[in-house]
């Protein structure tokens, strides 16, 4: 059964700073890994979708690491904003019908 | 031009009720899910429906059932509902049923359940 797990819980962090953000996964026979974002009382926003056959994806100012061996995805924030200010979640496949394992998320506050 | 949209996107019922929330897709994907965040922000999959192939989460109550009158739409019918119900649902939807493919959320609904 996968199990996927994000940390921190929580960031603060000033603005212009450059920060990495954790999720890790037990089963490493992942197809992908997708992260996403949640603004509060909102839904998910797709951020980045990295196939197991890569090692980054990049969207602007941010930047998606997998390596299955490990079990470890990072999500990498550049130049952080205010605006970046979210809930970051990451969530892996499991078992059948493409069905998303999410980790519990990393609440990021980015101050001006 | 909404990708997945859910209705309604509040819902207050009182305990045993049955309600429905529906979602409809307009991206030509061949697959819809449902998941549920609890109170503590926690996402969790109810189901994934492809062609008539209904996947359920060995967790979610016989209570809970999805209903799909064509690919782009994937309602959840809940009936007597309970306070642990009380969550908001998202609607997702992928191209394919395979792993491999990206997941689009809806907006979500939030039930409250009194």
């Known amino acids: 059964k996968q199990e996927v797990t994000q940390i921190p819980a929580a960031l603060s962090v000033p603005e212009g700073e450059n920060l990495v953000l954790n999720c890790s996964f037990t089963d490493s026979a992942i197809y992908n890994l997708q992260w996403f974002r949640q603004d509060p009382g909102k839904g998910l926003t797709s951020l980045l979708l990295i196939q197991s056959s890569q090692r980054e994806q990049t969207s602007g100012r941010l930047n998606a690491s997998l390596d299955k061996s490990s079990g470890r995805s990072t999500l990498y924030i550049a130049a952080s904003q205010p605006g970046d200010s979210a809930t970051y979640l990451c969530a892996a496949p499991t078992g059948a019908g493409n069905m998303l394992t999410f980790g519990g998320g990393t609440r990021l506050m980015v101050k001006p | 031009d909404t990708a997945v949209s859910q209705t309604p996107k509040y819902l207050v019922t009182q305990m045993g009720n049955d309600k429905s929330i529906k979602c409809e897709q307009n991206?030509?994907?061949?697959?819809m899910y449902w998941y549920k965040q609890d109170s503590k922000k926690f996402l969790k999959i109810m189901f994934s429906y492809n062609n008539k192939e209904l996947i359920i989460n060995e967790t979610v109550p016989n209570r809970f059932s999805p209903k799909s009158p064509d690919k782009a739409h994937l309602n959840l019918h809940i009936n007597s509902l309970e306070l642990g119900d009380s969550a908001v649902y998202f609607c997702a939807s992928s191209l394919r049923v395979v792993h491999g493919y990206e997941q689009y959320f809806g907006p979500g609904t939030r039930l409250t359940v009194t």
């Open positions: 991206l030509g994907h061949d697959t």
